[in-house]
């Protein structure tokens, strides 16, 4: 049940026909593991506690440094030098103390994120890195958790959503096989901020309405955003049989 505070917090959600009360206890009640707290976790991550998700955990391994200001707008420049995830639970458990926060401030390997994900009712992918992101994957699709990928470089966004307890879910790698990804980052390559926004925001969008149940708009596809014109392209992703992570013929070791 949702006591008064909550009712009095969540108030605006609970006006909402897709969500109400119902969803909010849904929100409550669920566990997220946000991987990355980056420029595309700080807003998933701000728009997660303020919507009540009851457990975030939060998994990064990196300080905060000068060149990330301009993006990940969850630090501020007194933050330099300190660990981002220590950095994110506190500004998180400030702006709503009724939700329960976790850190991981190590890099993970294949086994710990499968011990992580028995816990997850769901995934939000903010990494920045190609290596990350298949790595995720390969988990998610072994432990059967949908996982919300978002990306985004100089004027660009994607957008992606596989629910892995689906049978005929595609998976990351059925649209990006290897050797089939360009490795530029924000390093090499640069991004505007509000790109990276809009994506982190629509992920957290995203996992909110997988929680309360409404219908997702991005389920097996890829949206690109282009932040010069403000449109989108949407491409409908197929499972491929013979993909070496969720194929028919798994090659995948764990």
């Not at 009540?52 to 501020?76: C, K, P």
Request: glycine share 8%; net charge negative; aromatic share 6%.
């Amino acid at each position: 049940m949702l006591n008064d505070a909550e009712m009095l917090r969540y108030s605006r959600h609970i006006l909402l026909d897709e969500i109400g009360e119902l969803g909010q206890k849904d929100l409550k009640n669920s566990h997220v593991l946000i991987i990355g707290a980056g420029g595309l976790g700080s807003p998933a991550a701000l728009y997660l506690a303020a919507a009540g998700v009851g457990s975030l955990v939060i998994a990064d391994f990196d300080t905060l440094d000068v060149s990330n200001l301009q993006r990940q707008i969850i630090y501020q420049t007194g933050d330099i030098g300190s660990d981002k995830v220590v950095l994110m639970k506190n500004r998180l458990q400030s702006l709503n103390p009724e939700i329960r926060i976790r850190t991981i401030n190590q890099e993970m390997d294949e086994e710990q994120l499968l011990l992580e994900l028995m816990m997850t009712n769901l995934v939000l992918d903010c990494t920045d890195n190609l290596e990350s992101r298949r790595l995720i994957n390969r988990a998610c699709v072994k432990a059967k958790v949908p996982a919300i990928i978002g990306a985004a470089i100089q004027m660009q966004g994607q957008l992606m959503f596989f629910d892995h307890r689906e049978d005929d879910s595609a998976c990351y790698q059925c649209l990006f096989p290897d050797g089939e990804e360009q490795q530029l980052n924000c390093t090499n390559a640069g991004v505007l901020g509000p790109v990276v926004g809009t994506i982190g925001s629509l992920q957290a969008l995203e996992a909110i309405k997988y929680i309360t149940g409404v219908p997702s708009g991005v389920k097996n596809k890829l949206k690109l955003f282009d932040g010069k014109t403000l449109d989108w392209q949407t491409f409908t992703i197929g499972k491929d049989p013979e993909c070496p992570v969720c194929g028919q013929k798994n090659e995948c070791s764990y």
